[in-house]
């Protein structure tokens, strides 16, 4: 089987097709130009070729429109389709029983969607994202064999079960609520930046299983990585980075968002900011389809301000050990944003500036007398388990 590496500016990712994957794209809008540009230029950055195929009215020469896609195609390839709307609905109708090479069909908000309990062609991949609170359904009545009249009857979309509003239907369908439908195109007031930012994982992750390709996010995030804190080199970071990133530090708000602030801190507060003995031992990664997330354990001698962790705050010449979340999410091949998560409340203690003894008098009245926060211990359990007890702070434990 060929394996093929296809490159995208900066990005790439490895294929087991011979061609690069087809995208067509499909939605209500006259033309290419009137669609969406953020979301055609996102699917391009991801390595597809795109084709924008516009819905019109929906008439019969759209549909065959869509059927003539997988006829026009060379012998061994395939392609993908990501509809919209009224778009969305014909398609999954359309693709129901013949897909004709089509080995992904995603559908964001469609009108209406086949029966529930009916599946599609075994080998495509199918994945519908639902919105608004209310969505046709598609039936049609046999008897004796013979296929009926096709119904189409409206249901409330439920709200899903567990994480991510996922439904119990033959075929992988998320609702997503309190948005309404247009929640995934930037150029509408119905944008919704969350909502948009889960489904857009989704549909990647569908057609990368579709295709069968593999990006390799480790590499983009460990040279990102190099070149904050080995090469130390602000511009060399910032070309890893997409054209509008950001970063943000949650505990305490610093980063910046765009280019030119990010430049800024990087080169002016983050990195010239590390003391020499700083050290970062990586306790997991967890790598999605878009995102890198890491566990670290972090440890420096206070020797020097470090605004990024503790703006404001001279040198105490403490030790400070703080365990490090970091959530990176990679587009097209370069960073486009990272969270960064610690406890803020452990790293005050261990400087002196957060005593857990002092407690709030009203508190006091009520029988506190610690507030729920520790030290390097926080860190250190998280290190090794068994370090220190659990429960110490609770209670009568």
């Known amino acids: 089987m060929a394996v093929q590496t296809l490159t995208t500016g900066d990005n790439f990712f490895t294929s087991f097709n011979t061609s690069v994957p087809r995208l067509f794209i499909t939605a209500e809008t006259d033309t290419e130009e009137e669609f969406d540009q953020v979301t055609l230029e996102q699917w391009r950055a991801e390595g597809f070729r795109v084709t924008y195929l516009p819905y019109g009215k929906g008439s019969r020469g759209y549909v065959q429109d869509l059927e003539s896609i997988g006829r026009n195609l060379s012998l061994g390839d395939s392609f993908a389709v990501v509809a919209f709307g009224d778009a969305a609905a014909t398609c999954l109708e359309t693709f129901r029983k013949s897909t004709r090479k089509l080995c992904a069909l995603v559908a964001y908000y469609p009108t209406s969607i086949p029966d529930p309990h009916s599946s599609f062609p075994i080998g495509m991949k199918t994945l519908v994202h639902l919105a608004g609170e209310e969505v046709g359904v598609t039936r049609a009545h046999e008897v004796l064999g013979i296929q009926g009249k096709r119904r189409t009857t409206t249901k409330k979309i439920p709200s899903g079960t567990g994480t991510g509003g996922k439904l119990k239907l033959a075929y992988p369908s998320y609702t997503y609520t309190g948005v309404a439908p247009g929640f995934a195109e930037h150029d509408l007031e119905e944008y919704d930046k969350v909502a948009d930012r889960l489904a857009w994982s989704r549909s990647l992750d569908c057609l990368r299983k579709a295709f069968k390709t593999e990006v390799d996010l ?29 970063v943000n530090h949650v505990p305490v708000l610093t980063g910046g968002i ?27 990664r967890t790598i999605g389809v878009d995102r890198v997330v890491d566990e670290m354990f972090t440890s420096f001698t206070h020797s020097q301000e470090m605004p990024w962790i503790l703006p404001g705050i001279p040198p105490t010449n403490k030790h400070v050990e703080v365990a490090l979340v970091s959530v990176v999410c990679i587009r097209g091949g370069k960073l486009y944003h990272e969270h960064i998560y610690w406890d803020q409340a452990s790293v005050l203690v261990q400087i002196g500036l957060l005593d857990p003894n002092v407690v709030p008098q009203a508190m006091k009245n ?32």
Do not use: C
């Open 218 to 246: 480790e590499s983009v995030w460990e040279e990102h990585v190099e070149l904050e804190f080995m090469t130390r080199d602000a511009d060399r970071t910032m070309a890893t980075m997409v054209n509008h990133p950001y």
């Open 366 to 397: 009520k029988g506190v007398e610690r507030l729920p926060v520790v030290g390097k211990e926080s860190a250190r359990k998280v290190l090794d388990e068994d370090s220190v007890p659990s429960n110490e702070l609770v209670t009568d434990w």
């Open 258 to 284: 765009g280019k030119k602030a990010l430049h800024r801190f990087y080169q002016d507060f983050f990195i010239p900011s590390n003391p020499p003995s700083l050290k970062m031992k990586l306790l997991s």
